[in-house]
């Protein structure tokens, strides 16, 4: 999932100077999370007493039985016959609700911890997306040193340790002062947050037990494409390990039942997350190494094809887009930059107008925070071509054209760093 995807969910809070936003594949984990806790986790504990949800196993399937041998019994008939006292069940619903809410909330609190330790280290935070896999903080930079890297990374799975503590404190001191309602949600965000501390903890990046790994790495060899290549090894083969046991537990069930289960898709699906994701942290830091101390005078194309305002757009499409294949086109007045002309601008128009309409009254204005400086940092820019989806960039100082950037440029310019630091390399280890 890229980061694109991730920026673009609902805005729903702001906190901290944070902007959360929710995906909209959270939902899918939201209603299937409900469903397991209305279905199975509730009423087992509360078949429990408000105790650990296995605790009540037995006796939910002896309510099961005796519902087969007597089907015309009411539920409350068949809980009071195995010696049960329900809850209604409408009730599971409702607070299965709150507690995928509650455990979203915990989520949100994680992320956050990374996030203020980012902001309190000098990194810019872009915000934080829960979506189906839980949540991420989109930090807008790496850590700049391996000990800054160890607190962000430390700084979830405390919060999450810290929340999880609380909750098994308060269940075990005055957990049966409570209702049984409140003893089975606290035992659960317990036991919940635990496990999200030890999956967390797993040395593979992009896990925080991967990063943390990275920082130590890092901290060792001083290189941090070294850390970033072990680390992402160990969380491509979690993934790996993931995929093959949810296909494994796949066969199983439909080796003794006969029938298929889809519980272990969730296995599969993160493990490909994993995999994914540790093999872009690996590319996105090899891609920063590369573009360290680039500038954008650095990739500077000084032969600009601009256009003239007074052009038609007959004489445009022609004349440019049929000639140069660009995509959109700088407008000068003179020497300044006076707009942008770009294939969506001529689209607008209608075809029989163009020989009449002239470039000037089609064109958009570029304001002066989208342009491109020469001083600017590469790799800013590069990141914003690809955010927008542009081919290339007009680059302008004090209002007047001075050049292009080019998002092919860019690529053959890494592409070569790359390959000339992996040589350097291989010749290194020889």
Known sequence: MSRSSLASGLKI??????????????????FLMVFSLATYLLPAGDAAGGG?????????????????????????????????????EWQYWVLAAVGTLALFVCVLAHELAHS???????????????????????????????????????????????IGAACGIIYLAMGR????????????FAF????????????????DGGRLLRAILWKVTGSVRRATAVTSGTGKFLGTTLIVLGIYFIWDYWRQTGQLTFGPLWFIFIGLFLRSAAEAGYQQVALREAFTGLKVRDILQSGIIAVAPDLTLEQLVDEYFYRYRYRSFPVLEGERLGGMIGLKDVQSVSRALWPEVRVRDAMHRVQEANLVHPDDDLLNV???????????LPVADGGRLVGIVTRHDIMNLIQIKTDLAEEAAVRGRA
Do not use: C
């Open 13 to 30: 809070a702001r906190f901290f100077g944070i902007t959360i936003r929710v995906h909209w594949s959270w939902l899918v984990i939201f």
């Open 116 to 162: 203020l330790v980012a902001k309190s280290n000098g990194i810019a935070v872009e915000g934080i997306t829960l979506f189906i896999f839980g949540g991420v903080a989109r930090l807008a930079e790496e850590a700049r040193g391996p000990g800054v890297e160890f607190k962000v990374a430390a700084a979830g799975p405390l919060m999450s340790l810290a």
């Open 192 to 207: 919940i947050n635990v496990m999200l501390v030890a999956f967390n903890l797993l040395p593979g990046f992009p896990l």
């Open 382 to 392: 590069f990141r914003k071509m690809t955010s927008e989806d542009k081919g290339h």
């Open 52 to 88: 650990p949800w296995w605790k009540g196993d037995k006796d939910l399937a002896r309510v099961d039985r005796f519902s087969q041998a007597h089907p015309r019994a009411t539920r409350d008939e068949v809980a009071r016959a195995v010696g049960l006292d329900l809850w209604p």
């Open 177 to 188: 002062s409570l209702p049984e309602q409140a003893q089975v949600l606290l035992f659960y």
